[in-house]
């Protein structure tokens, strides 16, 4: 069920944590420094060109920031553009609000519209967005055409460069050296964002939505906060732009002005915050060149020449190379810098027979008590029904087990219970809170998560960072405070800490900087548990935790489950591995064809007839029957 | 009254133009769940071809016949160059690849025809009365047309076999992969028939609402907004959002303020999407195409 | 009719097949067991073309048609009845059917093969015009199969056609592969979860485990044998081996 919202997956290199934030410094550095040099290298016309590059690049960084973050596209970037120019143009010359003051509301009204368009459309899939917003670009010209109020057609006029201190910023290069600050201060908060918890929790959104959200992701808040940012970015644009010309018309919402901005951000590469103002340069270079290079080409063309080397160049870089500029950059450095050894995976040790609790928790429910109960569950799929009218209860602190053969319905009901899937009738109630149809990170937020039977692994990110999402409830950096960067870093080492405790409990310590794709299957199992395991849950589901594992895995597995019961967690698991589901459950419940059939002790459901029968397939003839204890059978294999 | 239905009138017309562009997204949404930004410049392009090859001295027939056949190997072509080579197509990657194609078309078109905005010869027929509301022959020509194209269309995917094969790609994409019906081929036919749809609506429409570059914006996004109205993957959905949308659309420019006309696609937009985002005729599903 | 030889594949990074050998001989019918993740279901994606193998063979009927796409194979003679079915929904049962048969003539033999599989499955006559998304799981299971035999395969490889389906059904569908067996000589592969019932039908058994082929045998031998028990009950057949 992974979400069709992906982002081309060079995108997500910017969560990969591996990358020393050393190497990032020295190019923002660089940076810093090409941009402070240019007005005092670069021709006068060339640092017109680059004022217009910083300007646009502003609204690049936001619509940059969307993509890559939130897999979300717009293309009407130039309506909260044109929402922050008609802003501060009206309150400086209508109201002779001060320049500052009057940006702050500028940008402001270009976030609340943003605000109000994306709370509906955020929710649904892509193409909504794309195509609202282009349509946002449409009534914002409409609007402003008109309106008298804003100027109808010839727009508003009369906005005064800067001035502060008695300097006035009116040539190219003193505006650029005003603006390059600007622009760099909101580089870094961009940057500061992807990197932290609120990058890492959509980046793992981007490789499977519903397992970040099944670890308390709220990935609809999250990207609403990013769409709103990003056109404050656009807002702050505007700001820049009509100081700058002086005058802001219809034509600052039109469509070719959008295409620009999502050029930028493309060719600079998705999600890359420097790509974008590497990439806006770029572009306003190609804009300038195709619109002087056209006529001569062509006697006679005029209007938005340009436009079609920005259609060709959008289609070419998304073909050929869909990581832009940045992803060019980074292939480069990487053939200079040496390939890291692949660190073998050591098997796993076994440790000695240690059987202390472990994450105990203080205020959690007292064993024995309900901490989950499902009530006449059912769930219809077409005219299939998966799941009938079940109902149970799991108690605190014990481990409750799900078996039944294939088909039983016993994902389904995870998947009821976990928020994944509302059920068609019947409820679900956590901790006497019911808690059915809600969504997964309401149930995570409940401290309960769950693993997946088939592995929803975060495959752009390391080990560490995979389990570090599992941190995301633990901590609480958000939009503002992930981006100024000092009060984030201290939480950031707190979770470094614990995310290397869980590896360390689950033996995957020696893994933890090895890309999580890279890993066989077992341990990208263990390492969906850790994840779990990070949120410190009260209840654990696990989806066949056993399946792929080997048999000293198994084993280690079984005594990890035993040692969290003992701390207090209770965990519910599917498992087809029976013996070891008879050895490890204190209750088991069966399904079969979508009823549960029994529900007892592992030995009353051992011998339960209809057990045997359902289970086994075991009818008249009876030359397959029960394996005796697999106990046994695993001791011996120690032996090897 | 008499002013009602002129209003109805127009709507209408200019509504059975948004749902031939709206058909046009169903038929790509199902088979490759991509929406088609170029879909709009469809319908520019063919109007604008079929003005310069009738204004050169061809027959209107020829003309018209002139500019849908382009259109159609423009979007088979942009099929073949853009979509077929995207391993994993995501939502994203579809946005800006076919909004890449249509800026591409948009400028083309620009350098080709210049900016002003052109008419193709009316259709042959006079206009007359009806108690007092005018019609135009044109308005018959497009809801005629639309009508039997609309119901051939229907028919193709409700009764041939191949348009059926179209429905299974759309439906279950492996299955129809494992009895042998190559998905490459019906993204390829299905962006052939956008083609046609789009270029017939553009043809219809050129001659009361003009032909220009960039006239395939706007009839690109209502063309959406109606598909949206049907919930994006119905026909019979897609073709009655696209006559409430031009409808709505007149009956706002007439009462109202002509000024709001473009802004009440987005608007429905919104209000679709916030209320019913299925779609407003939602027993419509794939399951009935 | 059917020979694979180190066979390798998987998804992306992830290897899951490991040196699959097999050699079917026509007009067999040949289960393939083991626990979850063991990678049946993978075997029959590589064989009917919807994974690319990294490296090996597929020899079809003589023909190689490794690393051929899945409608390429179809149209060699391959017909793969998916796991759940995968029934296109809003079609009726007769459409199905008719695009089961998308690789060949249509026409008169076309119809002469719809009546085979309606004397196959007879309650699908009664429903032949309903969409199949409509019908019960054991009838989609059915129209499934009879999508697959449209295309007059020399080969039907089925993945866990009992899956989910209440006992009666599973025989049902089992009495009619076994028939399709017996009365024309279809070479037949099927995973299955469901052992018991794979047992009764089959010639030979193949039980993989983590990616490999570890025995193969006859039912009635294999019935007998302590590992293989592990194997489809969940313990994993290498461990219950050693």
Known sequence: MASRTTVANSTNDVNNRRRPWAGELVSFAVLALLLAAFPLVAPESMVNVGVYALIYGLAAIGLSLLMGLAGQVSLGQAAFFAIGAYGQALLVTRYEVPMLVAAVFAVLLAMVVALLVGLPLLRLRGHYLALATLGLGIIVAVAATESDFLGATSGLYGVDKPAFGGRRYDSPAEYFWLLAPIVFLALLLARNIVAGRIGRALGAVNDSEVAAEC??????????????????????????????????????????????????????????????????????????????????????????????????????????????????????????????????????????????????????????????????????FGGVTAVHDVSFEVRAGEIFALIGPNGAGKTTCFNMISGVLAPSEGSVWLRGERIDGRKPHVFAAGRATRTFQNLQIFKSTTVRGNVAVGRHLRSRAGLLRGALVLPARAEERQISRSVDEVLELVGLAQDADRLSADLPFGRQ???????????????????????????????????????????????????????????????????????????????????????????????????????????????????? | MTDLFQLLLAGVSIGAVYALIAMGFVVIFTVSEVINLAQGEFAALAGLVAISAAGSGLPLPAAILLAIATVVVVAAVMQRLTIAPVKRMTTLISIILTLG????????????????????????????????????????????????????????????????????????????????????????????????????????????????????????????????????????????????????????????????????????????????????????????? | MLEV???????????????????????????????????????????????????????????????????RIAAAGLAHVPENRLVFPSLTVLDNLALGGWTRRRGRQAAARREQVLELFPRLSVRINQPAGTLSGGEQQMVAIGRGLMAEPKVLVLDEPSLGLAPRLVGEIFTALARLKADHRLTIVLVEQNARAAFRVADEVVVMDRGRVVVTGTPETLARDDRVQAAYLGGGYAQAAS
């Open chain 1, 215 to 380: 670890l308390g992701v709220n990935t609809f808040r999250l990207r609403l906060q990013v769409f709103v940012l990003s056109a404050g970015y656009a807002g702050l644009a505007g700001v820049t732009y009509v100081h700058w010309i002086g005058v802001v018309n219809p034509n600052a919402a039109n469509f070719p002005l959008s295409v620009e901005f999502l050029l930028m951000a493309v060719l600079g590469g998705l999600g890359s915050v420097w790509g974008a103002i590497v990439g806006a340069f770029a572009v306003e270079f190609l804009d300038e060149g195709l619109r002087s290079v056209i006529p001569m080409i062509l006697p006679g063309a005029i209007g938005e020449v340009q436009l079609i080397g920005f259609g060709v160049v959008l289609t070419v870089v998304i073909l050929f190379v869909p990581g832009g500029i940045h992803g060019v950059w980074r292939r480069l450095l990487a053939r200079f810098r040496r390939p890291s050894p692949a660190a073998a995976s050591a098997p796993v040790e076994e440790s000695e027979a240690d059987e202390s609790p472990l994450l105990t928790r203080p205020d959690r429910l007292p064993a024995g008590e309900t901490l989950l109960e499902v009530r006449g569950l059912v769930r219809r």
């Open chain 2, 101 to 289: 194609v249509s800026t591409a078309l948009k400028a083309a078109m620009l350098l080709i025809w210049g900016p002003e905005g052109q008419g193709l010869t009316p259709f042959p027929g006079s206009d007359f009365n009806v108690f007092g509301v005018s019609v135009q022959a044109q308005y018959l020509w497009i809801l005629g047309v639309t009508a039997i194209v609309a119901v051939v269309v229907t028919l193709f995917y409700e009764r041939t076999l191949l348009g059926k094969a179209l429905r299974a790609c759309a439906e279950q994409p492996t299955a129809a992969r494992l009895v042998g019906i190559s998905i490459a081929r019906a993204s390829l036919l299905s962006f052939a028939i956008a083609g046609f749809l789009g270029s017939v609506a553009g043809v219809l429409s050129s001659p009361i609402y003009f032909s220009s570059w960039d006239s395939g914006l706007a009839l690109g996004l209502k063309g959406f907004v109606a598909a949206t109205l049907g919930g994006l993957v119905s026909f019979r959905g897609a073709i009655l959002g696209g006559l409430l949308l031009g409808v709505l659309e007149s009956l706002v420019a007439g009462y109202v303020d002509s000024g709001l006309r473009d802004a009440v696609a987005f608007i429905v937009l919104i209000l679709v999407l916030v209320m019913r985002p299925g779609g407003i005729f939602r027993q419509h599903t794939v399951a009935r195409v």
């Open chain 3, 5 to 71: 030889s180190g066979l390798n594949a998987g998804y992306d990074k992830l290897q899951v097949l490991h040196d699959i050998d097999l050699n079917i001989p026509a007009g067999r019918l040949v289960a393939v067991i083991g626990a979850n993740g063991a990678g049946k279901s993978t075997l029959l994606r590589a064989l009917s073309g919807l994974i690319r193998p990294t490296s090996g063979r597929i020899v079809l009927d003589g023909r190689d048609v490794t690393g051929l796409s899945a409608e």
């Open chain 1, 525 to 640: 199992r263990l390492m969906e548990i850790a994840r779990a395991l990070a949120l410190e849950p009260d209840l654990l589901l696990l989806d066949e935790p056993m399946a792929g594992l080997s048999g000293g895995e198994r084993r280690e597995l079984v005594r990890l489950l035993r040692r969290l019961r003992a701390g207090g967690m209770t965990i519910v698991l599917v498992e087809h591995d029976v013996e070891a589901v008879m050895a490890l459950a204190d209750r088991v419940a069966v399904l079969d064809d979508g009823r549960l059939i029994a529900l007892g002790t592992p030995d009353e459901v051992r011998n339960d007839p209809a057990v045997l029968a359902a289970y086994l397939g075991v009818d008249d003839e009876d030359d397959v029957t029960v394996a005796p204890a697999g106990a046994g059978r695993a001791a011996s294999e120690e032996g090897q």
